[in-house]
């Protein structure tokens, strides 16, 4: 079964992707930030909506590093990763090592442009690599539940409801992110600063998560083990039903309600924005109760070899042999 790093790796390299995701389309389609001689001398003297995309990007590429260091840790030796990527094959944990490479690489970037005043960094380049982002941030985003399938052989996880579960989890968490680092800079300099639209997409996305869930259930490979989910120890329970279901979807959904009619009334955005605040740290809560309550599903299934598959095995320099 997995272990606790891959499930740490699972949350903080989605949580990160959909952070770094967000602040890339945030800058393209809202912010239009100005960058190289245009750009303002230290960040301090940004504007709002700049400061909460920069705290967004930096918090999404610290999470990306330290899902990085999970799955190092994992792995248990150094020259795995190293001959992983001296010789490349067509799996998953080929991509998704290439992929949070890459994304790692470019969220750096990102973040030091805003946190750094480098006047000869053109802006034309900026939009390019946050596009580049955009796509690696969906691809390990997609990955992460892409690796249940890699590494384990438990029919339960061969569903493409997973993978699908944790993009829109992923998205959500990205998005928490954003709102978190936009409430307490905001609330630093006294000011928010926060396009609605971010309130319509994670209601949208978590209202998708919960249909995504019911589908999961129902799905036949599944269903049986869903079971124990509803009728296990106080430990499942707490965090599958207390902390995906109810924090991950039920209670962000009323907050975000709640902020988005406080917000068309005068004086009463401050009340807004902290149910933003309490709505987005719980989405974040609930994205990690949902990695360890879908492998925890796995873990109460019966574990069987897909017959139509064989997994490739990989020789290192040691002659040791181990799954891709």
């Given at each position: 079964m997995l272990s606790s790093l891959s499930i740490a790796y699972l949350f903080l390299g989605g949580t990160g992707a959909g952070a770094v995701l967000v602040a890339c389309l945030l800058d393209m389609?809202?912010?239009?930030?100005?960058?190289?001689?245009?750009?303002?001398?230290?960040?301090?003297?940004?504007s709002l909506q700049h400061r909460a995309i920069a705290f967004t990007c930096a918090a999404g590429t610290l999470c990306l590093i330290a899902g990085s260091l999970c799955l190092l840790f994992d792995l248990g030796r150094l020259d795995r990763?190293?001959?992983?990527?001296?010789?490349?094959s067509l799996t998953y944990l080929t991509f998704g090592a290439v992929a949070l490479g890459l994304l790692i690489a470019c969220a750096a970037f990102l973040t030091l442009v805003r946190f750094v005043y480098v006047p000869i960094i053109p802006g034309?380049?900026?939009?390019?690599?946050?596009?580049?982002?955009?796509?690696?941030?969906?691809?390990?985003?997609?990955?992460?539940?892409?690796?249940?399938?890699?590494?384990?052989s438990v029919s339960v996880w061969n569903t493409p409801l997973v993978p699908m579960l944790f993009l829109l989890s992923s998205a959500s968490c990205g998005i928490a992110v954003a709102l978190v680092c936009a409430f307490f800079d905001g609330h630093a300099v006294g000011g928010f600063a926060v396009p609605r639209i971010l309130i319509?997409?994670?209601?949208?996305?978590?209202?998708?998560?919960?249909?995504?869930?019911?589908?999961?259930?129902?799905?036949?490979?599944?269903?049986?083990?869903?079971?124990?989910?509803?009728?296990?120890?106080?430990?499942?329970?707490l965090l599958w039903w207390l902390g995906f279901v109810f924090c991950g979807i039920a209670a962000p959904l009323v907050l975000e309600t709640i902020a988005h009619k406080r917000l068309s009334l005068p004086n009463r955005s401050g009340q807004a924005f902290a149910c933003l605040a309490i709505a987005s740290v719980l989405v974040l809560v609930g994205g990690a109760c949902l990695r360890v309550g879908v492998v925890n599903v796995g873990s109460h299934a019966k574990m069987e070899l897909r017959a139509s598959i064989e997994r490739p095995v990989q020789t290192d320099d040691t002659g040791e042999e181990w799954l891709l």
């Open positions: 389609l809202w912010a239009h930030e100005s960058f190289g001689a245009a750009a303002p001398c230290s960040l301090g003297a940004s990763a190293i001959f992983l990527i001296q010789n490349p034309v380049l900026v939009v390019v690599i946050e596009s580049l982002a955009c796509v690696l941030s969906l691809g390990v985003m997609l990955y992460t539940g892409l690796l249940l399938d890699s590494l384990g319509f997409a994670d209601a949208a996305i978590v209202s998708g998560e919960f249909v995504a869930t019911v589908l999961y259930g129902l799905f036949p490979p599944v269903g049986a083990s869903f079971a124990s989910l509803a009728t296990g120890d106080a430990l499942v329970l």
